[in-house]
């Protein structure tokens, strides 16, 4: 049996997606598709859209066999962190291929890049650490760090997903049995693009603004993503903003420094911001600055709503389990021969006591809006058959 891996979010899944996961089987043979996903907070320190249950339901129903959770504790991440708590699931559950989208329009040899990333890491942690201006974002350290250490190409890191290819590649190689990396260009627009076009590809940062602002989205999700989309309570950080500006404001500056990824006096400014600021937008405009980019403050504002702490974090980190959103007859079957780690198919108070932050992050999403229970009496989502119901060729 032939077993391509995916990591994704879904937020929401669209048209895109859906060419994601058939050019995934099309182009490795594989049997079964398992999708790593990310809960219900986001890479880039965003909510959900819709819960994790609606878009493993999604994913389900076009093309996808198993869909298993990214925990908060990799999902809320950069792009080095989120590589390797989904590359270790991918491994634990026996993937043979690891297929991912790429804005990189050039040939571009992942596989050879991870490789010489394990074998030079010495050398590439020197000459990032000798950097002479600190005040660079992440970014553009790395694209400086390349420039001395692999210069037989040039490496772009200003591109989200190629930035996620290049995480991927360098943990996939640490493993004994690396996975196969296939790279699939994206299709239609771009990953920031903020507007609908007449294509039926968009991005899902279109997709998103077009639901706030009321227009129509159908020609560019499946039907069943439409759905949850138009009928329940959708999640955004004007959601949330009251509770992160209660937190700050109650908080004390001390309590504040424990929060996992709080350095250099970034409380403070995020304290001054939440005292003035009127909505989340208004709040990160006001905490940014050249190193602490929108993403940054977005991911540290999850880590402040959801009170994570420094060594709570890196605790949760040794925590090993799968925990199951859903899967089809054949992503079942597959999923029968994993023993590789404790397998969660639904949780309980015993299986709470090892996800903690799972709960917990849970538990606050749903104080956002209208939302079902995400964790105790949840079952993995069953479809007896994948409806494949658009193609994209």
Not at 136 to 156: A, H, N
Not at 164 to 191: C, D, F, V
Request: hydrophobic share 40%; net charge neutral.
């Amino acid at each position: 049996m032939k077993v391509c891996g995916i990591i994704v979010e879904y937020n929401p899944f669209h048209n895109g997606h859906l060419y994601h996961v058939q050019q995934a089987k099309e182009q490795t043979g594989a049997d079964v598709v398992i999708a790593v996903m990310s809960g219900n907070f986001l890479q880039r320190g965003e909510p959900a859209i819709i819960d994790k249950w609606q878009r493993a339901e999604v994913a389900l129903h076009y093309g996808v066999d198993l869909v298993v959770e990214l925990p908060i504790e990799w999902a809320v991440q950069s792009a080095d962190y989120f590589a390797k708590g989904a590359v270790r699931l991918l491994q634990k559950l026996g993937c043979d291929y690891l297929c991912f989208g790429t804005e990189d329009e050039k040939a571009f040899d992942y596989q050879t890049f991870g490789t010489f990333v394990m074998q030079h890491q010495d050398q590439i942690t020197k000459a990032f650490q000798a950097l002479p201006d600190q005040t660079m974002s992440y970014p553009q350290k790395m694209t400086q760090v390349f420039k001395q250490v692999y210069p037989e190409i040039s490496l772009d890191f200003s591109s989200p997903n190629h930035i996620l290819g290049l995480s991927y590649a360098k943990e996939n190689a640490t493993y004994e049995h690396p996975m196969k990396l296939i790279p699939i260009n994206r299709k239609g627009a771009g990953y920031h693009d903020k507007e609908l076009s007449e294509e039926t590809i968009a991005s899902a940062t279109a997709i998103r603004k077009a639901l706030t602002e009321h227009r129509s989205i159908s020609a560019t999700v499946p039907s069943e993503t439409e759905t949850f989309l138009t009928t329940g309570s959708l999640q955004t950080w004007a959601s949330y903003w009251p509770l992160l500006k209660y937190r700050l404001l109650s908080s004390t500056v001390d309590s504040l420094q424990q929060i996992y990824q709080m350095t250099e006096g970034i409380e403070i400014r995020m304290l001054e911001a939440a005292k003035t600021a009127t909505t989340f937008a208004e709040f990160v405009e006001q905490v940014k600055t050249k190193r602490y980019t929108w993403t940054r403050i977005q991911r540290l504002s999850c880590y402040v709503l959801l009170n994570i702490r420094k060594e709570e974090m890196k605790e949760q980190q040794l925590q090993e389990y799968i925990h199951v959103l859903g899967f089809t007859s054949a992503g079942r079957a597959c999923l029968k021969n994993k023993k590789a780690c404790a397998l969660f198919s639904k949780i309980g108070k015993k299986e709470a006591q090892v996800a903690k932050l799972l709960v917990r992050s849970d538990e606050i999403y749903r104080l956002g809006g209208e939302v079902a229970e995400q964790v105790f009496g949840r079952k993995p989502v069953f479809i007896e058959t994948i409806e494949e119901k658009k193609s994209f060729t």
